[in-house]
């Protein structure tokens, strides 16, 4: 890849600054688990995978900052911080994967001494990276699969490798079709208020010179039903049990439009954004964010002073909409509910 979305380095946090792309490509720097949290609720980073990450790093940081006795104590303050990180997005269940992966490490670990939990702490945060990243490759290679020679792709939001270690999920499997020599073109949805798409998407597939057209959200439809789209895939930021999957908000509206057009719609996703606890979509938690992100474009007002805002982060696009769900154990079909189980060994 030619840049790093996040990193373990020299005992800090480094992440590419999400928000000021693509006019900038500037790298933050974090020694505490604070600014973690802060950077994950302010989109500088972003992307269940990538968002999980952060999370376990932030609880690295947070680790070495805590003055104990003995492992209770520490214990109880490692809480403390997996609870203020856990505070920050409630949509992406990788957060909360992510923060539970690493209570559980420190927990294995008990009768170490507090210097050992903390260094093992880091490693798994840093083991957490280098997995998503092997992860991302065999979503790609099991989508790529599933790509026609010369297909068009519509992608929604950012779900690359951005989102992610690197690589990607739904850019994933349009970089695996890429590299498989299929001379795939892509149309990315700008994906308002953020502009994830025309920002973010846009940005890392001209980077790698795969060929991508910028288009605005309302214009999808009408792509798909002058035969201008042959595939869709988007990622995903929680997995119910049945299949139901919350992404992006307006994913929900491209994967109607594209069961209407006959057009094969998948979500890219890895195992850790499935939360089978969750019956159906129904139950996924929907961010709410500012209202100032849907009247503001960079600081410009766009909408009168005073109007009332509905700014709902994430939709849940039910699983009869989904040709399939494309994990890094193989493409998911049909009866998810015991497909999804037998994933996981359930």
């Known amino acids: 890849m030619s840049f790093r979305t996040i990193e373990w380095r020299d005992n800090k946090v480094i992440m590419i600054d999400q928000t000021r792309l693509p006019a900038e490509e500037v790298y933050n720097e ?27 790093m932030g609880v690295a940081l947070g680790a070495r900052e805590i003055i104990a006795d003995s492992f209770d104590t520490f214990y109880r303050q490692l809480e403390n911080v997996c609870d203020v990180i856990g505070r920050t997005r409630p ?29 093992l702490l880091k490693a798994e945060a840093i083991s957490i990276e280098a997995e998503d ?11 790529a ?29 349009i970089r695996g079709a890429h590299e498989a020599g299929k001379g795939i073109r892509v149309f990315a949805d700008e994906t308002r208020p953020w502009l994830q ?32 789209i042959d595939f ?11 299949g139901d999957t919350a992404n992006k908000i307006g994913t929900y509206s491209v994967a109607v439009l594209a069961k209407e057009n006959r057009i094969p719609f998948y979500v ?29 474009i960079k600081g410009i007002q766009i909408a009168p002073e005073g109007v009332k805002v509905r700014n709902p982060a994430f939709d849940v696009t039910p699983a009869r909409y989904i040709t399939g769900i494309i994990t890094e154990k193989g493409v998911v079909r049909g009866d998810y509910e015991r497909e999804l189980k037998a994933l996981v060994g359930l």
């Open 91 to 119: 949509t992406a269940v990788n957060l909360f994967w992510g923060l539970e992966r690493m209570k559980r490490v420190a927990l294995q670990h008990k009768e170490l001494d507090l210097n050992s939990i903390r260094e």
């Open 197 to 228: 798409g025309a920002r973010l998407t846009a940005w890392e597939l001209m980077k790698d010179s795969i060929p991508v057209t910028l288009i605005s959200d309302n214009m999808a439809g009408w792509l798909m039903r002058t035969g201008q």
């Open 268 to 296: 890219a996703a890895p195992i850790s954004t499935l939360d089978l606890k969750l019956a159906n979509g129904d139950l996924i938690p929907i961010e709410e964010r500012a209202s100032e992100e849907v009247t503001k």
């Open 133 to 143: 990243l092997a992860i991302c490759k065999e979503i790609g290679r099991h989508g």
């Open 30 to 56: 974090y020694t505490d688990f604070q600014g973690v949290a802060q950077a994950i609720r302010g989109m500088v980073v972003r992307g269940a995978p990538a968002i999980g990450i952060a999370a376990a």
């Open 145 to 173: 699969a599933l790509v026609k020679e010369g297909a068009s792709i519509l992608t929604h939001c950012n779900a690359g490798g951005l989102a992610t270690a690197g690589y990607g999920t739904a850019l994933g499997v």
């Open 232 to 242: 869709c895939v988007v990622g995903a930021d929680r997995i119910a049990a049945n």
